[in-house]
C-alpha cells in the first residue's frame, strides 16, 4: 500500500506541489470560485450506486484535483485497492487481511484468501444467522418458561454496538409484515445504565440477549451480560412449582457472536445458539456480518441482503472506476486537501432525516478509530496531520445548537450534508402523506440553504444593505453534500462504503494502518490497574496526585 517506496506522503513531490498551489488558492474565497466558475455542479458532482456526491462547495478548482489525482497514484492508492479487495495483508501491525468487504460479496463470487475461498464460509455464516432469525421471526424461539421471545436485548460497544444502532434506526421503516413481533434494544455503556433501564421493563420471560463481542474479552459487554444472566437466573430459575435448570435459562436465553467460539463456549454460550466471524473482519467493519444479527431481526434477512448488495456495489465501483470517476476516492481526497493544505482539522456530519440520527456517532468510531493515528505503517512518527475531530448530530437540531459556530465562530470546518430526495411514498393516509412531504421539503431546504450559507456567508442574502459587525457572516467554510435518491436498505450499505472506503484511502495517502487501534488498549490496562486500587487490591501510593485524590473522593463517598 502506500508508498510503493518508503518515502512519507509529505516527501512526495505532488505533495509540494500542493502545498505551493494552496497558497495560490489560500485566500480565494468559495463565492469567487463560483463566480468564476458556474459549472461547477457538473465538474464536481457524481452518481453512483443511488448516491450523488455534490463535492463543488469545496474550496479546490480543477488543477486542485490534478494534483490530488497525482497524489494519490505517487502514494500508490490504485494498488493498495487491489491489494485490500484481493486480501492482502494491509493490516500490517496484526498482520492480517481487512476483508470486510468479502462479507459482501454474492454468493456465486469467489475470493481467493491465501489459497483458501471464503465465499462459501461467508454464505454460510450468513444462512446460520437466517436460521436463528426465522425461528425468532416465526415465533419458534422460546424462552426457559416456554413463552415466545419478543425482546432481543444487544450487549455490545464500540463496533458491535454502533453500526447495528445505527441501520436498525435508519432502516426500521423496511420491517417485513407478518412477523412475530420482536423488538430490538442495545445497551453498550459499561456504567450499566441502559441496560438497568431494560432490565426495569422487561419480562424476562420474553427477553434474550445477545452478546455480541469480537473479542469476547471487553469488559464492557461481559459486565453487561453478567448482569443480564444474573438478572436471568433470579427471575426464572424458580419461576413456577417446577424449578428451571441455570443451564437451560442461559441457553434459551443467550446468544453469542464472536470471533472466538472457545470463549463463547467458556461463557456458557450453546453451540448451536453461536454465530462466529473471522479476525480478518475489523470490529467497526463488522456489521456486514453476524454483527448485524440485529439489522436482520428488524428488517429481515432479504432486506439484509439488499443491505450487503448495495455495499458490494460501491465495492464494484471503488475496485473499477478511474480516479475521476471514484465517489470513495473523490471524497478522500477532499478530506486530505482540507486537512494537509488548508488546515482544517475540524470536519461535522450532518443528516437532514432522522432515521440517520446514529449515523455520526457511527463515523465517529469508524473514522477517528481507524485514521487518529500518528506513526507511518512502518512504525516512524509523523509531521503531518492526519484523521481530523469529527463529530455531527442531525442538522436541523445542530441547526439550533452548534451552528452558531460554524456560521460565525473562529475555526474552520468542513461539513458533510446528507439528505434523502424522496421521502414518505409510503404513508398509507394521503393528508398525513402530504404534510409529511411538506415537512420533507422544509428539511431539504435548511439543507440546501444551510450549505449555501456557510458557502458564501451573508452574500447569499439579496438585500446586500450595510450589517452591523455582529450580524455579519464571512462564509467560506467548505462543505460536501451526499443525496441519497431514497434511504434504502441498498442506498444506505452503498453510504457506508463510501465512507468506508473514503477511509482507506486516507490512510494509504497518510502511510498510516487505519485497521488496528492500539491507542485505545493502554486505556483498557490502566483501567484493569486502577479497578483494583479502586477495589483496595493495589498500591494508592503509585498513583499521582489527582488520580488519588480521586479515588479517595469515592472511598470517602462509600462511607458516608
Ligand atoms: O467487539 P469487541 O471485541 O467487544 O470490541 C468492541 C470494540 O472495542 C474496540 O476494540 C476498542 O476498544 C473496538 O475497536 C471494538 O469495536
Given at each position: 500500500?502506500?508508498?510503493?517506496?518508503?518515502?512519507?506522503?509529505?516527501?512526495?513531490?505532488?505533495?509540494?506541489?500542493?502545498?505551493?498551489?494552496?497558497?495560490?488558492?489560500?485566500?480565494?474565497?468559495?463565492?469567487?470560485?463560483?463566480?468564476?466558475?458556474?459549472?461547477?455542479?457538473?465538474?464536481?458532482?457524481?452518481?453512483?450506486?443511488?448516491?450523488?456526491?455534490?463535492?463543488?462547495?469545496?474550496?479546490?478548482?480543477?488543477?486542485?484535483?490534478?494534483?490530488?489525482?497525482?497524489?494519490?497514484?505517487?502514494?500508490?492508492?490504485?494498488?493498495?485497492?487491489?491489494?485490500?479487495?484481493s486480501g492482502k495483508r494491509?493490516?500490517?501491525?496484526?498482520?492480517?487481511p481487512?476483508?470486510?468487504?468479502?462479507?459482501?460479496?454474492?454468493?456465486?463470487?469467489t475470493l481467493e484468501v491465501e489459497g483458501e475461498d471464503i465465499?462459501?464460509a461467508?454464505?454460510?455464516?450468513?444462512?446460520?444467522?437466517?436460521?436463528?432469525?426465522?425461528?425468532?421471526?416465526?415465533?419458534?424461539?422460546?424462552?426457559?418458561?416456554?413463552?415466545?421471545?419478543?425482546?432481543?436485548?444487544?450487549?455490545?460497544?464500540?463496533?458491535?454496538?454502533?453500526?447495528?444502532?445505527?441501520?436498525?434506526?435508519?432502516?426500521?421503516?423496511?420491517?417485513?409484515?407478518?412477523?412475530?413481533?420482536?423488538?430490538?434494544?442495545?445497551?453498550?455503556?459499561?456504567?450499566?445504565?441502559?441496560?438497568?433501564?431494560?432490565?426495569?421493563?422487561?419480562?424476562?420471560?420474553?427477553?434474550?440477549?445477545?452478546?455480541?463481542?469480537?473479542?469476547?474479552?471487553?469488559?464492557?459487554?461481559?459486565?453487561?451480560?453478567?448482569?443480564?444472566?444474573?438478572?436471568?437466573?433470579?427471575?426464572?430459575?424458580?419461576?413456577?412449582?417446577?424449578?428451571?435448570?441455570?443451564?437451560?435459562?442461559?441457553?434459551?436465553?443467550?446468544?453469542?457472536?464472536?470471533?472466538?467460539?472457545?470463549?463463547?463456549?467458556?461463557?456458557?454460550?450453546?453451540?448451536?445458539?453461536?454465530?462466529?466471524?473471522?479476525?480478518?473482519?475489523?470490529?467497526?467493519?463488522?456489521?456486514?456480518?453476524?454483527?448485524?444479527?440485529?439489522?436482520?431481526?428488524?428488517?429481515?434477512?432479504?432486506?439484509?441482503?439488499?443491505?450487503?448488495?448495495?455495499?458490494?456495489?460501491?465495492?464494484?465501483?471503488?475496485?473499477?472506476?478511474?480516479?475521476?470517476?471514484?465517489?470513495?476516492?473523490?471524497?478522500?481526497?477532499?478530506?486530505?486537501?482540507?486537512?494537509?493544505?488548508?488546515?482544517?482539522?475540524?470536519?461535522?456530519?450532518?443528516?437532514?432525516?432522522?432515521?440517520?440520527?446514529?449515523?455520526?456517532?457511527?463515523?465517529?468510531?469508524?473514522?477517528?478509530?481507524?485514521?487518529?493515528?500518528?506513526?507511518?505503517?512502518?512504525?516512524?512518527?509523523?509531521?503531518?496531520?492526519?484523521?481530523?475531530?469529527?463529530?455531527?448530530?442531525?442538522?436541523?437540531?445542530?441547526?439550533?445548537?452548534?451552528?452558531?459556530?460554524?456560521?460565525?465562530?473562529?475555526?474552520?470546518?468542513?461539513?458533510?450534508?446528507?439528505?434523502?430526495?424522496?421521502?414518505?411514498?409510503?404513508?398509507?393516509?394521503?393528508?398525513?402523506?402530504?404534510?409529511?412531504?411538506?415537512?420533507?421539503?422544509?428539511?431539504?431546504?435548511?439543507?440546501?440553504?444551510?450549505?449555501?450559507?456557510?458557502?458564501?456567508?451573508?452574500?447569499?442574502?439579496?438585500?446586500?444593505?450595510?450589517?452591523?459587525?455582529?450580524?455579519?457572516?464571512?462564509?467560506?467554510?467548505?462543505?460536501?453534500?451526499?443525496?441519497?435518491?431514497?434511504?434504502?436498505?441498498?442506498?444506505?450499505?452503498?453510504?457506508?462504503?463510501?465512507?468506508?472506503?473514503?477511509?482507506?484511502?486516507?490512510?494509504?495517502?497518510?502511510?498510516?494502518?487505519?485497521?488496528?487501534?492500539?491507542?485505545?488498549?493502554?486505556?483498557?490496562?490502566?483501567?484493569?490497574?486502577?479497578?483494583?486500587?479502586?477495589?483496595?487490591?493495589?498500591?494508592?501510593?503509585?498513583?499521582?496526585?489527582?488520580?488519588?485524590?480521586?479515588?479517595?473522593?469515592?472511598?470517602?463517598?462509600?462511607?458516608?
Amino acid at each position: 500500500m502506500a508508498s510503493a517506496s518508503s518515502a512519507t506522503p509529505d516527501t512526495l513531490p505532488a505533495w509540494q506541489t500542493l502545498k505551493h498551489h494552496a497558497e495560490t488558492l489560500q485566500h480565494v474565497h468559495l463565492k469567487t470560485l463560483f463566480g468564476t466558475e458556474p459549472s461547477r455542479w457538473e465538474s464536481f458532482t457524481r452518481q453512483v450506486a443511488g448516491l450523488t456526491l455534490d463535492l463543488s462547495k469545496q474550496r479546490w478548482d480543477d488543477d486542485t484535483l490534478e494534483h490530488l489525482f497525482t497524489l494519490a497514484s505517487e502514494a500508490g492508492v490504485p494498488s493498495a485497492i487491489e491489494a485490500l479487495l484481493s486480501g492482502k495483508r494491509v493490516n500490517v501491525s496484526e498482520n492480517r487481511p481487512a476483508l470486510h468487504t468479502a462479507l459482501r460479496l454474492p454468493d456465486d463470487a469467489t475470493l481467493e484468501v491465501e489459497g483458501e475461498d471464503i465465499v462459501a464460509a461467508v454464505h454460510e455464516s450468513l444462512a446460520q444467522m437466517e436460521r436463528l432469525v426465522s425461528r425468532l421471526h416465526a415465533g419458534q424461539w422460546r424462552g426457559a418458561t416456554g413463552k415466545p421471545i419478543r425482546h432481543v436485548v444487544n450487549l455490545g460497544v464500540g463496533g458491535s454496538d454502533l453500526g447495528p444502532l445505527m441501520v436498525t434506526h435508519a432502516l426500521a421503516d423496511f420491517r417485513p409484515k407478518d412477523i412475530h413481533p420482536v423488538e430490538v434494544h442495545f445497551a453498550s455503556t459499561m456504567d450499566g445504565s441502559q441496560l438497568a433501564d431494560y432490565l426495569s421493563r422487561l419480562n424476562p420471560e420474553t427477553t434474550i440477549f445477545v452478546l455480541s463481542s469480537k473479542s469476547f474479552t471487553t469488559i464492557d459487554t461481559l459486565s453487561n451480560a453478567n448482569t443480564a444472566r444474573e438478572w436471568l437466573l433470579s427471575r426464572l430459575t424458580q419461576h413456577g412449582a417446577t424449578p428451571i435448570s441455570a443451564e437451560l435459562v442461559v441457553r434459551q436465553h443467550f446468544i453469542g457472536v464472536s470471533a472466538s467460539p472457545e470463549k463463547m463456549t467458556e461463557w456458557g454460550i450453546a453451540d448451536d445458539h453461536q454465530l462466529t466471524f473471522w479476525e480478518w473482519v475489523g470490529g467497526r467493519y463488522s456489521l456486514w456480518g453476524t454483527i448485524g444479527l440485529p439489522i436482520a431481526l428488524v428488517v429481515g434477512m432479504a432486506n439484509f441482503r439488499e443491505f450487503l448488495a448495495g455495499a458490494h456495489a460501491m465495492d464494484r465501483h471503488f475496485a473499477e472506476a478511474e480516479m475521476a470517476e471514484n465517489l470513495p476516492v473523490l471524497l478522500a481526497l477532499a478530506g486530505i486537501w482540507n486537512v494537509n493544505f488548508l488546515d482544517i482539522r475540524a470536519h461535522s456530519i450532518l443528516p437532514y432525516d432522522g432515521r440517520l440520527e446514529y449515523f455520526a456517532a457511527y463515523l465517529e468510531q469508524l473514522e477517528m478509530e481507524s485514521n487518529g493515528k500518528s506513526v507511518t505503517r512502518q512504525g516512524q512518527p509523523i509531521n503531518y496531520s492526519t484523521c481530523p475531530v469529527l463529530w455531527g448530530q442531525l442538522g436541523p437540531n445542530a441547526q439550533h445548537a452548534f451552528y452558531q459556530l460554524l456560521h460565525q465562530g473562529t475555526q474552520p470546518v468542513v461539513c458533510d450534508f446528507i439528505a434523502p430526495l424522496k421521502r414518505y411514498d409510503e404513508v398509507e393516509d394521503p393528508d398525513t402523506r402530504r404534510h409529511l412531504k411538506t415537512q420533507h421539503r422544509l428539511a431539504l431546504a435548511n439543507c440546501f440553504a444551510q450549505s449555501r450559507v456557510l458557502m458564501l456567508g451573508d452574500d447569499a442574502l439579496e438585500d446586500d444593505g450595510p450589517r452591523p459587525e455582529h450580524k455579519r457572516y464571512r462564509g467560506n467554510q467548505p462543505s460536501t453534500t451526499v443525496l441519497l435518491d431514497q434511504l434504502t436498505p441498498a442506498t444506505l450499505g452503498s453510504l457506508i462504503a463510501l465512507y468506508e472506503h473514503k477511509v482507506f484511502v486516507q490512510a494509504v495517502i497518510w502511510d498510516i494502518n487505519p485497521f488496528d487501534q492500539w491507542g485505545v488498549e493502554l486505556g483498557k490496562q490502566i483501567a484493569t490497574d486502577t479497578q483494583k486500587i479502586i477495589d483496595h487490591e493495589g498500591d494508592l501510593s503509585r498513583m499521582d496526585a489527582s488520580s488519588k485524590g480521586l479515588i479517595e473522593a469515592f472511598w470517602a463517598s462509600e462511607q458516608e
